[in-house]
């Protein structure tokens, strides 16, 4: 049983399109975490939730909309596609999200905009 | 703030060498420090972790010890072998967000050499 599962695991797209990457995980987490980890493996947190509620939306364009539509999904939709854009995408998830947790990673999602 | 700092790679090593990797965080609240691991083409595990000052965490031969006087949690393992090799990545828990989130460090490739 896979904790963290991420769809799509590839994704290669035009520029200006639109797409979407879901999330589910199975371990019954209240919070849930996308992060961003560019072409040199910095990983950055882009959003959280907690409960479906948005509480961590760092500085990410507003093309990047999160939705979660209940508390074991969060996926993360993308308007209009740049080149910057071209990443692994991984989501995670954590139990109530406070200090010492261990957040359990999904295997990322490779997105490639040409 | 709530950065890590940690080594850059990439580190070669032969087998049953002794690896150390150094992190350091900013001194910012009282985080909780995690060393996370990515092997080729899949998603981050938890490697080990401590949540106070003195605390060392321990897993698969690896350590890392709480230092809050030197504001470091240096990853260590007495002998590696050829499948330790993988990215291996600092983090601490944010206090801005009510420790919610991890800041990654910027990953310490290490290669292990048969």
């Known amino acids: 049983d896979t904790a963290v599962s991420q769809t799509p695991k590839y994704l290669v797209t035009q520029m200006g399109n639109d797409k979407s990457i879901k999330c589910e995980q199975n371990l019954g987490h209240d919070t849930m975490y996308w992060y961003k980890q560019d072409s040199k493996k910095f990983l950055k947190i882009m959003f959280s939730y907690n409960n479906k509620e948005l509480i961590i939306n760092e500085t990410v364009p507003n093309r990047f909309s999160p939705k979660s539509p209940d508390k074991a999904h969060l996926n993360l939709h993308i308007n209009s596609l740049e080149l910057g854009d071209s990443a692994v995408y991984f989501c995670?998830?954590?139990?109530?999200?406070?200090?010492?947790?261990?957040?359990?990673f999904g295997p990322g999602t490779r997105l490639l905009v040409l | 703030g709530n950065s890590v700092t940690q080594m850059e790679g990439p580190v070669t090593l032969s087998e049953e060498a002794f690896l150390t990797i150094n992190c350091t965080y900013t001194a910012t609240g009282y985080p909780s420090l995690f060393w996370y691991v990515q092997y080729p083409g899949e998603g981050l595990q938890l490697l080990l972790k401590a949540t106070k000052a003195d605390d060392k965490g321990s897993n698969k031969g690896f350590e890392a010890t709480y230092r809050k006087e030197t504001t470091s949690f240096h990853l260590e393992k007495g002998s590696v072998q050829v499948s330790d090799s993988a990215v291996y990545f600092c983090a601490r828990s944010r206090v801005d967000t009510g420790r919610r989130a991890l800041t990654f460090g910027s990953g310490t490739r290490l290669q292990v050499q048969p």
């Open positions: 995670a998830s954590s139990q109530d999200g406070v200090t010492g947790e261990t957040q359990y």
